[in-house]
């Protein structure tokens, strides 16, 4: 891993770009977008850029996709016969079952994809809020296939170590999209669903800050998220249906004036969220 090209060079794609560049990787950036490419320049957190993905094949050794799921495979096909021999491929996807199995399944011998999942990111979107410091302390995932090679995994691990990250961790493809389904896409799911509750506009002045914690991931990209709730369907609808249970659990204990079970209920989340405090704390 010398010259490391970003594929997409959005929030997430520009932020890569300015932490590898900062620990002196040659970085090279394709992007859809010519104005991008030339405020990645400005920055100078590419070595150089284009919109034509040929233009920068030839000279990197690695590839960081930080593309939209949907857009990865077709990119694949279209250029991995441009792609030098015995490269490696990341994605930074947030659901891997429908993302891994069909880009191996057509990708050349040679060429090798471990999938990652960096558990960080912010509600905004473009190269204007990317932040290298979004990796210092967050976990890292790595999701391998038994087509992966073990120096290649040990790698990628020393290279997310030199990335700051805490916790690294290696998940299976149905591991990982079972836990992504309920820490991250349910909670999206609840902070959308809050906001939509009814007009609550007029309430802007009364907030606290219980409502802007819960509701921070409300602020969503609607074009990332449907792809990702629709990629990881089935496992959502569960965790959703799960949940739904819970909350018609709690409805019912307080229509029943159970204070028992209520209270019983708020020292049971208390314990599981203190559990989290204390990873909080090993991470820091």
């Known amino acids: 891993m010398t010259n490391i090209a970003i594929i997409g060079l959005g929030l997430m794609g520009a932020s890569f770009a300015k932490k590898l560049t900062h620990l002196n990787y040659n970085v090279y950036g ?55 021999k015995n490269s490696l491929l990341m994605d930074i996807s947030g659901v891997k079952t429908n993302i891994v199995k069909p880009i191996q399944d057509v990708l050349r011998e040679d060429l090798e994809l471990l999938s990652i999942h960096p558990m960080c990111g912010r509600e905004s979107r473009g190269i204007e809020f990317s932040d290298e410091t979004i990796f210092k302390g967050s976990n890292f995932i790595l999701v391998p296939t038994q087509k992966n090679k073990k120096e290649t995994i040990e ?4 290279l997310a170590t030199k990335m700051e990250f ?49 509701t921070r991931i409300a602020k969503i990209n609607e074009d990332l998220w449907t792809e990702l709730f629709i990629m990881n369907k089935d496992i959502l609808l569960d965790e959703i249906n799960q949940f739904i249970d819970s909350i018609s659990h709690f409805r019912d204990s307080l229509e029943q004036e159970d204070t028992q079970e209520m209270k019983r209920l708020f020292i049971q989340s208390t314990k599981s969220r203190d559990k989290f405090n204390k990873t909080d704390a090993k991470k820091r």
């Not at 790698?155 to 020393?158: G, R, W």
């Not at 991250?184 to 002045?205: F, K, P, Y």
């Open 155 to 158: 790698a990628v691990k020393d």
């Open 30 to 84: 394709i992007d859809v977008s010519k104005q991008t490419i030339d405020k990645a320049k400005e920055l100078n957190i590419i070595v150089d850029g284009s919109t034509n993905p040929l233009d920068v094949i030839s000279k990197c050794d690695t590839f960081i996709f930080c593309l939209y799921p949907t857009k990865i495979l077709p990119w694949i096909e279209v250029y991995q016969n441009d792609i030098p």
């Open 166 to 214: 805490g916790r690294i961790c290696t998940l299976s493809i149905e591991k990982h999209d079972k836990m992504i389904g309920f820490l991250s896409q349910l909670t999206h799911v609840i902070a959308v669903s809050l906001m939509n509750t009814h007009d609550n506009a007029h309430l802007v002045e009364y907030t606290g800050d219980s409502f802007r914690d819960l």
